[in-house]
């Protein structure tokens, strides 16, 4: 892998706003019954939206020198994203704070001021990719797939977490087989448009197909969260899928969104002298 | 209007001896692995016969450099005479411009971990020296001029170079006489 440090940050960075922006609505609802729970749950969030911080900064040749990528607001979504994700992380620290009775009105301003910079942070980061020079980044489908990939994994890790708690009312799994489905349709579609192009688009499209780990990406991500939960919604009796099925599904669709990212690094084709549309 | 510094190519003229790539790989002292200007090949069937055309590309020096704009420490400098310069010591090897040049020009060179590129020799020009590429070339192929000055007789492309409008790129080409034949 040539990209890991990015892999991480990108797939950590857009499950902890996925779980971010769960937390903020669930409490919204009530659906967070014990502050404890709502803060450690808040605490996880922000560690995992720290590890893919400080990851992203061994991507960088001169990892020591990563502050510098702070001036140029003006033109680069590298710059934004790094404000973006800080803005974020900011304000989770005053809405870990507020996870009591006397601040619950706060909390839920803080939480979606919190929740808007991360969902923010996730489109600029996808930002970065939407290049001229990249074809099959230059559309609409980075901010998509990141998106995605925060909204599988975001709720999904929420609900394992209530459930180990045994605080799960309001059936937040749910979220996850409908998203899967909705990403593998949407996958197929964007595959077969890049398909229908040529030059780099075809062959971006033909790298991620022969990828040797694209058949695994399509089975964790999308495959395994849909089957494995869709039949919980058709019980007749009503049933919850258990704590530790949950936890599988969650690390299984966890490992098919690295596997996910690693692709999308490796398979883009750029244009060049000579490989031109 | 300001002035746009960049190269012509001239495709009659150049024979694909890649000495502009090896005098400006001897004057910046690349590393092994790095080039900052390159001979390419025009697919030999492109102009509906056999026939063998190169083009000598470097940094194109663009109007709108997207390695300017998505470079998040401001590296990058687009100079009052157009030039496109590099400032190694801000670079910290995110290889921003790396993805967003759509020319491929900057190189992450993996033993300095810092991206470099072509700067047209501005500091020979300031001496009022022709750039490393253009005084080597034997053929007289290359050379450096404000691009603003330049008729509609010089092309903006040549089969294999990506759209020159993405970025508005500078370098102008002399098509190959066969072209002209046909």
């Given at each position: 892998?040539?990209?890991?440090?990015?892999?991480?940050?990108?797939?950590?960075?857009?499950?902890?706003?996925?779980?971010?922006?769960?937390?903020?609505?669930?409490?919204?609802?009530?659906?967070?019954?014990?502050?404890?729970?709502?803060?450690?749950?808040?605490?996880?969030?922000?560690?995992?939206?720290?590890?893919?911080?400080?990851?992203?900064?061994?991507?960088?040749?001169?990892?020591?020198?990563?502050?510098?990528?702070?001036?140029?607001?003006?033109?680069?979504?590298?710059?934004?994203?790094?404000?973006?994700?800080?803005?974020?992380?900011?304000?989770?620290?005053?809405?870990?704070?507020?996870?009591?009775?006397?601040?619950?009105?706060?909390?839920?301003?803080?939480?979606?001021?919190?929740?808007?910079?991360?969902?923010?942070?996730?489109?600029?980061?996808?930002?970065?990719?939407?290049?001229?020079?990249?074809?099959?980044?230059?559309?609409?489908?980075?901010?998509?797939?990141?998106?995605?990939?925060?909204?599988?994994?975001?709720?999904?890790?929420?609900?394992?977490?209530?459930?180990?708690?045994?605080?799960?009312?309001?059936?937040?799994?749910?979220?996850?087989?409908?998203?899967?489905?909705?990403?593998?349709?949407?996958?197929?579609?964007?595959?077969?448009?890049?398909?229908?192009?040529?030059?780099?688009?075809?062959?971006?499209?033909?790298?991620?197909?022969?990828?040797?780990?694209?058949?695994?990406?399509?089975?964790?991500?999308?495959?395994?969260?849909?089957?494995?939960?869709?039949?919980?919604f058709f019980f007749k009796v009503k049933r919850k899928p258990a704590f530790m099925l949950l936890?599988?599904?969650?690390?299984?669709?966890?490992?098919?969104?690295?596997?996910?990212?690693?692709?999308?690094?490796?398979?883009?084709?750029?244009?060049?002298?000579?490989?031109?549309? | 209007?300001?002035?746009?510094?960049?190269?012509?190519?001239?495709?009659?003229?150049?024979?694909?001896?890649?000495?502009?790539?090896?005098?400006?790989?001897?004057?910046?002292?690349?590393?092994?692995?790095?080039?900052?200007?390159?001979?390419?090949?025009?697919?030999?069937?492109?102009?509906?016969?056999?026939?063998?055309?190169?083009?000598?590309?470097?940094?194109?020096?663009?109007?709108?450099?997207?390695?300017?704009?998505?470079?998040?420490?401001?590296?990058?400098?687009?100079?009052?005479?157009?030039?496109?310069?590099?400032?190694?010591?801000?670079?910290?090897?995110?290889?921003?411009?790396?993805?967003?040049?759509?020319?491929?020009?900057?190189?992450?060179?993996?033993?300095?971990?810092?991206?470099?590129?072509?700067?047209?020799?501005?500091?020979?020009?300031?001496?009022?020296?022709?750039?490393?590429?253009?005084?080597?070339?034997?053929?007289?192929?290359?050379?450096?001029?404000?691009?603003?000055?330049?008729?509609?007789?010089?092309?903006?492309?040549?089969?294999?170079?990506?759209?020159?409008?993405?970025?508005?790129?500078?370098?102008?080409?002399?098509?190959?006489?066969?072209?002209?034949?046909?």
């Amino acid at each position: 892998m040539h990209e890991l440090p990015l892999v991480i940050f990108t797939v950590f960075s857009q499950i902890a706003v996925g779980a971010m922006v769960t937390l903020w609505i669930i409490d919204l609802k009530g659906g967070v019954t014990s502050n404890k729970i709502g803060k450690g749950l808040s605490i996880s969030i922000f560690v995992i939206a720290l590890v893919a911080i400080l990851s992203s900064v061994f991507h960088l040749g001169q990892p020591l020198e990563a502050f510098r990528a702070l001036v140029n607001v003006q033109t680069s979504w590298l710059t934004r994203e790094i404000w973006l994700f800080s803005l974020m992380l900011l304000t989770m620290i005053g809405y870990i704070f507020t996870w009591s009775k006397k601040y619950e009105n706060k909390r839920k301003i803080v939480g979606g001021v919190s929740s808007l910079f991360g969902l923010i942070a996730v489109m600029g980061s996808a930002m970065i990719y939407v290049l001229p020079a990249m074809p099959a980044w230059n559309n609409f489908s980075p901010i998509f797939f990141f998106v995605m990939t925060g909204v599988l994994l975001g709720p999904l890790y929420v609900s394992v977490v209530l459930y180990f708690f045994d605080k799960e009312s309001m059936n937040i799994w749910k979220v996850a087989p409908l998203m899967a489905l909705v990403y593998a349709m949407s996958s197929f579609f964007y595959i077969t448009v890049l398909l229908s192009g040529t030059g780099t688009l075809e062959t971006t499209a033909n790298n991620i197909m022969s990828h040797p780990m694209f058949v695994y990406r399509g089975v964790f991500s999308w495959i395994i969260p849909a089957v494995v939960l869709l039949p919980f919604f058709f019980f007749k009796v009503k049933r919850k899928p258990a704590f530790m099925l949950l936890a599988i599904v969650f690390t299984i669709a966890f490992a098919g969104e690295i596997i996910g990212r690693e692709i999308f690094y490796n398979t883009i084709v750029e244009l060049d002298i000579n490989q031109v549309d | 209007m300001g002035r746009k510094m960049g190269f012509v190519v001239d495709s009659n003229r150049c024979i694909g001896c890649h000495s502009c790539s090896m005098a400006c790989k001897n004057y910046n002292q690349l590393n092994p692995d790095i080039t900052w200007r390159t001979v390419y090949d025009i697919k030999e069937d492109t102009y509906g016969q056999p026939t063998r055309i190169t083009m000598s590309l470097a940094c194109n020096h663009c109007d709108i450099p997207a390695c300017k704009e998505a470079c998040p420490t401001n590296a990058y400098e687009k100079r009052e005479d157009g030039i496109v310069i590099h400032h190694e010591e801000r670079c910290i090897g995110c290889g921003m411009c790396v993805y967003a040049c759509p020319y491929n020009v900057p190189q992450f060179d993996k033993e300095k971990k810092k991206v470099g590129k072509c700067h047209l020799c501005y500091e020979r020009l300031d001496n009022g020296q022709s750039p490393a590429c253009v005084s080597s070339c034997p053929t007289q192929a290359i050379y450096h001029i404000d691009t603003t000055s330049l008729g509609d007789e010089f092309a903006k492309s040549l089969p294999g170079f990506p759209d020159p409008e993405i970025t508005k790129s500078t370098t102008r080409f002399i098509k190959p006489s066969i072209v002209r034949k046909l």
